[in-house]
């Protein structure tokens, strides 16, 4: 049964109020439509009210509607597609101050090298690259003083570290030196022993003929090695096959029990001093061995000792540290290392944290930084590297954090002398940069004078002629030091557009395709103005490459 008041609306499945005039073809109740008056009237009953608001949620729907099917091919496309379609500029892909890399122009760098992988985390290296020697250049151009201290301490945080990290190593194991009574007392017990011995090396697989000859060399030298007395290093200098204990006069530096083969093992360490064995053999080859007596190798054994010492109070330290600051990975860490060194760049901004620990973290950046400093080819080998490995070696690098934040806290500091060698190697790099690009003062000078926006344009256009000649192969690729490319970027503006690097990579392959069919290149780009700058394949910038 129908409400009083209400009746069934042609147009709407709910009912409406006769009196309610919504705007809507509705019939009044002879069949005829409301008047224009009706339709336009305000209603400020509650009943129409209330109706008035579904009309509202209906249009609104309507529109969602209408909106859903505009986006829905952007949905289905993925992320990267709605990403892409608010990009602000379509055909930018980088930026670096005021200048910018363009789509076509890096497309056309990937489409003339062939041996470039045409993928988008190539052409993002590409782009960073491009970053770092633009705002390079810019710098230059500004006539930015590159040299200051400030900036030599930034570029070369390498450095500064290993000093600082050595001088608290210093401040911690500072100790006396071994008295004589200690050293002799040391030798007596026989705990570490020093070994010297000659070696006739025998290959794996070598021929029989081979091993009786080596064999009956050794059985030749024996009796002069038992009569040699303090001469034996003299013949281990001269016959011994063993490189690294030959140059040391057959030495082996000093020695517990179990660091050597059986073979070996059994028969030094059975040795009086002074005594030499009979011929030894391994798996290396023919051994004649010797313990020396104390008197002819007590400088080396004190400093041994006092070598091993230090050593086992690092270890002690070190693991005292483990406990104190609580030093341990997340979990996934081992994952989070992989994913990092496949894309470098991402990576060294990324606060992703690795190990945590008492007052801090050693996050993603961190790791980069320090990778960096070490050696950068572990960026290839860390993603071979088993989850365990990976671990202690994450754990190697938190604990080196660590110890730089307390010779920071202890108020470490650097000599003039360490100074000085720092700034050395820093002019060193920025010489090498500068003459890269041929960017002096006096080409800037002589080339577009003093117009600040003139000489930006003119030190940006030779970074793209660098590069442009690099990706042609017409000259060896030299990268901005990583430390001095972070201090650029936080000085300047930049970015890096994933969405630009795509369309890159497309246009590459295009421009790659077109010039198969026509048999040609792609064109290169208009060389920059001025002199130009220095040809890396022929000749070595002066100043040592940057490290």
């Not at 890399?101 to 062939?114: C, F, I, M, S």
């Not at 406990?323 to 997340?330: C, D």
């Not at 801090?360 to 365990?388: E, I, T």
């Not at 003139?454 to 590069?467: K, M, Q, V, W």
Request: aromatic share 6%; with cysteine.
């Amino acid at each position: 049964m129908r409400r009083r008041g209400l009746r069934a609306c042609r147009w709407r499945s709910r009912p409406c109020s006769s009196k309610r005039t919504c705007g809507a073809r509705c019939r009044s109740p002879s069949g005829s439509a409301g008047s224009a008056e009706s339709r336009s009237a305000p209603v400020w009953s509650g009943r129409s009210r209330r109706y008035s608001g579904i009309i509202t949620v209906n249009r609104e729907r309507k529109r969602m509607r209408r909106l859903s099917l505009v986006f829905l091919p952007l949905v289905l496309l993925g992320c990267g597609a709605l990403r892409d379609a608010f990009s602000s500029r379509a055909d930018i892909v980088a930026r670096a101050n005021d200048q910018t890399l363009t789509v076509e122009q890096l497309a056309d760098w990937a489409g003339a090298n062939r041996d470039l992988p045409l993928d988008p985390l190539t052409l993002a290296r590409v782009s960073h690259a491009w970053v770092d020697y633009t705002l390079f250049a810019e710098a230059l151009a500004g006539g930015k003083d590159l040299l200051d201290s400030a900036t030599a301490a930034a570029t070369m945080w390498p450095m500064v570290s290993q000093l600082k990290w050595q001088k608290l190593h210093n401040r911690l194991t500072a100790r006396e030196s071994l008295t004589p009574q200690q050293v002799d007392s040391a030798y007596e017990t026989g705990q570490v022993r020093v070994f010297q011995h000659i070696l006739f090396q025998v290959p794996q697989n070598a021929a029989d003929s081979i091993d009786k000859h080596k064999l009956r060399q050794a059985d030749q030298l024996l009796p002069q090695a038992r009569a040699a007395g303090a001469r034996f290093p003299q013949l281990a200098s001269r016959y011994s096959e063993d490189p690294s204990a030959k140059a040391a006069g057959g030495s082996l530096g000093l020695a517990t029990r179990g660091q050597f083969v059986p073979q070996f093992e059994e028969a030094a360490w059975q040795l009086a001093p002074g005594a030499v064995s009979p011929v030894v053999k391994t798996q290396f080859g023919y051994h004649i061995i010797r313990r020396p007596p104390l008197a002819e190798v007590r400088d080396s054994f004190r400093v041994g000792l006092e070598s091993r010492i230090t050593r086992e109070l690092d270890s002690l330290y070190v693991d005292s540290l483990d406990i104190k600051r609580r030093i341990k990975p997340v979990d996934r860490a081992s994952e989070y290392v992989r994913n990092a060194v496949q894309d470098v760049d991402a990576a060294r901004t990324s606060n992703r944290v690795l190990v945590s620990y008492r007052g801090g973290s050693l996050r993603v950046r961190d790791l980069m930084r320090w990778l960096s400093a070490l050696n950068p080819q572990l960026v290839q080998s860390l993603p071979q590297a088993g989850d365990q490995q990976i671990t202690q070696f994450l754990k190697a690098i938190a604990q080196r954090q660590v110890l730089l934040e307390q010779a920071d806290s202890a108020r470490i500091t650097l000599s003039p002398d360490d100074w000085r060698q720092i700034r050395e190697e820093h002019d060193s790099t920025i010489v090498t940069l500068t003459t890269i690009l041929n960017l002096t003062p006096e080409v800037l000078r002589d080339s577009v004078g003093p117009s600040p926006q003139a000489r930006a344009s003119f030190a940006a256009a030779r970074a793209n002629d660098y590069l442009d000649r690099v990706l042609h192969k017409r000259a060896r690729y030299f990268p901005v030091p990583m430390f001095l490319a972070e201090r650029l970027r936080d000085q300047g503006r930049w970015s890096v557009d994933e969405a630009g690097i795509r369309r890159a990579a497309e246009r590459g392959g295009e421009l790659r395709a077109d010039s198969g069919q026509a048999g040609g290149g792609p064109p290169r780009m208009t060389p920059a103005p001025g002199p130009p700058p220095i040809d890396t394949a022929r000749h070595q910038p002066s100043g040592r490459p940057p490290r």
